[in-house]
């Protein structure tokens, strides 16, 4: 067993308010960080081979951080729109 534990970055990243799935977005969070581009503009991942930045796996995992989120918030919902139908079917 190797004497150095390495940490990821996202265990130093706090988590932004609205995130409902922390294992999902920190997970994403390292990819993202595994795959930030260079000052040429490209992938400094091996697994990219140097290909112009934003890659896939850098552009799938900006996709998992906002799901990771309340989407709910995100759009400003604030419940009433439920509340609503749901007192129409009552009346009905």
């Given at each position: ?6 940490t ?30 260079d ?54």
């Open positions: 067993m190797p004497d150095a534990i390495r990821r970055s996202s265990q130093d990243a706090a988590l932004p308010e609205g995130v409902t799935d922390p294992l999902l977005w920190r997970a994403a969070y390292d990819v993202a960080a595994a795959h930030r581009p000052p040429a503009g490209r992938c400094t991942s091996l697994l990219c081979a140097g290909r112009p930045a934003p890659c896939e796996p850098f552009t799938a995992a900006h996709k998992a951080m906002g799901l990771a989120g309340d989407a709910g918030r995100r759009a400003g919902y604030d419940g009433s729109a439920g509340r609503a139908t749901r007192d129409r079917r009552r009346a009905a």
